[in-house]
């Protein structure tokens, strides 16, 4: 069932994590943290043997937003993505990786442009850091930071064959998932870039 509240919407933040334990409580807790509060975290952990399930059990008990779903067997992260959002509530949905951070005032940010422009697809500025160290985070400057056509939005951000779709940056309207369609679990490779594409198109 959609979240119906119109001045705060509710935001599913879903997470596949396959044997994600040395990074899944900082991902979960750069959510936990946000300034906007109506928030739903689902967290699909897809098998895991690294004590990933244990880690995000010890989390839940400390926090009510917080909600796990298990796998019976490996299916991949599109599987798990696809599963979270079957569970999930939310009018707005973000997909986040299992070692990434986002802002605290992310989906605040996004979430208000998400209300003032209906039926769009908001996205936002993406970095890099290494070795777990955030001092090495530099911004991956594009072209596409701006209002666009998602048509030119698509060829601007894929130019020369380097797209980076990458999930987090998004905050996607339930509506237009249902248009676009869910993620092909057949995929291994690529599955974002496909996704998105029917996505921004839609």
């Known amino acids: 069932m959609e979240e119906s509240n119109l001045t705060t919407p509710l935001v599913s933040v879903i997470i596949p994590a396959f044997n994600s334990g040395r990074f899944i409580m900082e991902t979960v807790d750069s959510v936990l943290q946000q300034s906007y509060q109506a928030l739903e975290i689902i967290v699909v952990d897809d098998n895991s043997t690294d004590g990933t399930a244990a880690l995000l059990e010890t989390k839940k008990e400390t926090t009510g937003r917080l909600h796990i779903l298990k796998m ?61 160290d955030l001092g090495t985070f530099r911004l991956n400057h594009e072209a596409c930071w701006r209002d666009m056509d998602p ?46 594409t029917r996505i921004i198109l839609s």
């Open 151 to 196: 048509v030119d939005w698509i060829c601007s951000s894929w130019e020369r064959a380097q797209a980076m779709t990458t999930p987090g940056i998004f905050l996607i309207p339930r509506e237009i998932i249902g248009q676009a369609g869910l993620r092909d679990e057949q995929l291994s490779l690529y599955d974002d870039t496909e996704f998105f």
């Open 72 to 132: 019976q067997e490996t299916q991949g992260a599109a599987a798990a993505r696809n599963s979270g959002f079957h569970n999930s509530k939310g009018r707005y949905i973000k997909f986040l990786d299992s070692d990434d951070l986002i802002s605290s005032r992310m989906i605040e940010h996004q979430v208000k442009l998400a209300v003032e422009n209906e039926m769009s697809v908001v996205s936002g500025k993406w970095g890099r850091f290494y070795n777990n």
